[in-house]
Structures are given as structure tokens and as C-alpha cells.
């Protein structure tokens, strides 16, 4: 434990870790309550709007969240954190505008956008999770990621918010995560004053022009990757129906559980690379740490596994095998994410670009084909395919750059 809390690899992805999984708990909690507490229907249309306002955020990153990360040990900090938020935020309010503009196109449940100070609310919110987000990035960044989590718990807070504002109905559920949202803003911005890092209202033009390829090609890259979470599910229920696609989806959201993992100590050596610190050295370590963690908590979903997917409901035991095959992919998604981390240091777009593309293109066929052949877990056998082949070419370009 001494050497986690000494080394910032190991700290920066325990606590990127811990940001996961706290927020998955209290997202499961928060849900859990909306359903007891208010009606169906309100709680169908503020999913609907928080899903959009959250895909709005995530679109609307442009690739700067890993600028942050890469350009903060070169550029001044300050001009790099408010140009990221000014031009991330500003894109963000933007589309939620257009979202509004569509909404009643989109879904005529949506019609509570049609109210002037309902649309104020959803476009001020939209800003507020933006800024969060690059915050949030930010400590970790800095090697900070217990800010990170601090910032998670807060937002969490939104819970305690969900039975104070049950007369708002739609609004409360909403409003819950916005409020929570600007409380975990302010207090963001009071650490990063603190740390010395302040928001200023200007863009640094040099930043912008620096770190446009590189923004543009991680944004692209992290489309590709994260495009499948949500095209599979469609294909899932195009080919087996809506009942499999319910197994699948609990399945694969307790796979995405192991999977923060790499996901975690891939970034922390993104954020360690872009310090200047050993690659391959600290490439090494996060492997080591990653299958360390990995192999006792695939073991263990082997086991309980059934038991697990029991305690949601007994209906769901026929994603099991697919659970058990998903998981054993975590391992080459290990390999996978460091790689991409290693070019995000190296500022090497094209090989982002071509292991991403590579894992999509692979993934959404083999998805449809297996599907067809293995019925559900046929999408668990893809998703081991898929990372198996990326994971064979991370070990020929490791080979060719004379990493192995």
C-alpha cells in the first residue's frame, strides 16, 4: 500500500479506479430510488434528458480531454484548462441548443423542452456537466486523481437530492444531477485555484493550433472505440429480440466493471508518459498492475458469476456463458489500452487511428456474424476476437519499434 500511495502510476490509476466504480454504485442507487419514489413516466423522460445531455458532453470533447493530459507538462496550465473548457463548453451549449430544436422530432415525450425555462435549465446543466468533465480530467492530469473521486462523490450527492424534490416531478430527477453537478463545479474550481491553476476567459490560440491533430485524432480514436457500446445493442435486438438484448446489456455493464481496470492504468501511463517518465519501464508496471488486479476479479466472476446475475433476476442467468467469455476479453483489452496510451504519448496518430479503427471494424462484424451463429454469446466470443487480433497488432508494432 505504501508504494500505491508513493508512486503516481499506481495512485493516479487506484483512484481513476475508485472514480469508476463509486460512480456505477451510486448511479445504480440513484435509479433505484427515482423508480420507488417517482412515476414511470418521469422517470422514462429524465433518463431520456440525462442521456442526451451526457451524449452531448461526451461529443462534444473534441479530443481535448487527453490534450489536457498531453499538453499540461509543455504549455501553461491555466491557458490550456480554460481553452479546453471555453471551446469544449461552448460546442456543448451548442448542440444541446440543436438538441432542443429537434427534441419533439426525436420523441414527442421530449415536449417538456418546449417550456422556455425548462430549456434554460437543460441548456445551463449541459454546460455545468461539460466543465465537469474537464475538471475531472484535469486532476488527473495533475496527478491528482483523488480530486477526481472527491468530485465523484459529490455528484453523487445527487441521491440525497432525489426525495427533497419529488414535486418536481421530471424536473426533480433532473435537477437532482444538475444541482449536485454545479456543487461539484465550484468546489473544483476552489481546489484547482488552490493547486494554482485558474480559468481565464480567453483561448490560447497556440494551444488550439498545437493540439488540433492531436485532438481531432483522439476524438476520433475514442469514437471508435466506445461507437460498439452502443451499436451492438441494436444489432443484439435485431437478431434475438428484446429479451436477449436485456441479458446482454447486464451482462456486458458487469464486464465494463473489469474493464475500468485497463481502462484505469492505461490512462494514469498516459498521464506519466506525457511527465517525460520511462515508457516502457512504467509500461511494464502498468501491465503488472493491471493483471494483477485482473486475474483474482475475472476468477471471481467465473465463480459467482451466476450469483451475481441471480441477485438482478433469475431470467438473466442465460447471459452467463456470455458474461464468463466477455470478461476473459479484458485481458487483451489490457494490451490494447496501453498501446493506444503509448501513442497518445508519442503523438502518434496514425497508430491510434489504425489499432481504434481496426478493433471497430472487427468487433461490429464478427458481433453480427457470431450473433447469427452462437446466438448472445457469440458477442462475447467477437469481443475476445476482436481485442485478440488488436492485441496481436500491438505485438508486431511493439516488435518493429523495438519495444520487445
Not at 456505477?24 to 442507487?29: D, H, L, M, V
Not at 456537466?129 to 472527491?150: D, K, M, P, Y
Not at 475500468?260 to 509500461?283: C, D, H, Q, W
Not at 451475481?308 to 466477455?326: F, H, N, P, Q, W
Request: aromatic share 14%.
Amino acid at each position: 500500500m505504501k508504494q500505491i500511495a508513493k508512486n503516481p502510476l499506481y495512485k493516479n490509476s487506484f483512484f481513476i479506479m475508485l472514480t469508476s466504480f463509486t460512480s456505477a454504485g451510486f448511479g445504480f442507487i440513484f435509479w433505484m430510488l427515482a423508480a420507488k419514489f417517482y412515476p414511470k413516466e418521469d422517470v422514462g423522460i429524465s433518463t431520456a434528458l440525462i442521456s442526451s445531455m451526457m451524449l452531448i458532453v461526451i461529443l462534444s470533447r473534441l479530443g481535448f480531454n487527453f490534450s489536457v493530459i498531453r499538453f499540461f507538462p509543455e504549455m501553461d496550465r491555466s491557458r490550456v484548462f480554460s481553452s479546453s473548457v471555453i471551446v469544449t463548453t461552448t460546442f456543448a451549449i451548442f448542440l444541446s441548443i440543436i438538441f432542443i430544436l429537434i427534441a419533439e422530432c426525436i420523441s414527442p415525450k421530449l415536449n417538456i423542452l418546449k417550456s422556455a425555462e425548462v430549456s434554460l435549465i437543460y441548456i445551463i446543466f449541459v454546460g455545468i456537466a461539460s466543465v465537469v468533465s474537464i475538471t475531472g480530467v484535469t486532476f488527473v492530469a495533475i496527478r491528482r486523481a483523488e480530486f477526481q473521486f472527491l468530485q465523484s462523490l459529490i455528484v453523487g450527492s445527487r441521491v440525497a437530492l432525489l426525495i427533497p424534490l419529488i414535486n418536481l416531478g421530471v424536473l426533480g430527477i433532473f435537477c437532482s444531477i444538475g444541482v449536485s453537478m454545479a456543487v461539484a463545479m465550484i468546489v473544483s474550481f476552489s481546489i484547482l485555484y488552490f493547486l494554482g491553476i485558474k480559468l481565464k476567459f480567453a483561448i490560447d490560440r497556440d494551444f488550439i493550433e498545437r493540439s488540433f491533430k492531436f485532438s481531432l485524432g483522439n476524438y476520433s480514436a475514442g469514437m471508435f472505440i466506445t461507437a460498439p457500446n452502443q451499436i451492438i445493442p441494436l444489432i443484439v435486438l435485431n437478431v434475438l429480440g428484446a429479451e436477449e438484448t436485456a441479458h446482454y446489456y447486464i451482462a456486458f455493464s458487469i464486464a465494463s466493471l473489469i474493464c475500468m481496470i485497463p481502462n484505469a492504468t492505461s490512462m494514469s501511463l498516459f498521464v506519466e508518459g506525457s511527465y517525460g517518465e520511462a515508457l516502457k519501464r512504467n509500461t511494464i508496471r502498468a501491465l503488472t498492475f493491471a493483471f494483477l488486479l485482473l486475474i483474482p476479479s475475472v476468477i471471481f466472476i467465473h465463480l459467482y458469476g451466476g450469483r451475481i446475475l441471480a441477485m438482478i433476476g433469475r431470467d438473466y442467468l442465460s447471459g452467463l456463458d456470455l458474461l464468463k467469455v466477455m470478461v476473459l476479453s479484458s485481458f487483451f483489452v489490457t494490451f490494447c489500452s496501453m498501446y493506444l496510451s503509448i501513442k497518445r504519448v508519442q503523438k502518434d496518430i496514425s497508430g491510434l487511428l489504425y489499432l481504434s479503427a481496426l478493433i471497430f471494424v472487427l468487433l461490429i462484424s464478427l458481433s453480427y456474424v457470431l450473433l447469427i451463429a452462437f446466438r448472445l454469446v457469440g458477442v462475447g466470443y467477437a469481443w475476445v476476437l476482436s481485442y485478440g487480433i488488436g492485441t496481436i497488432f500491438v505485438i508486431i508494432s511493439a516488435r518493429r519499434e523495438g519495444w520487445i
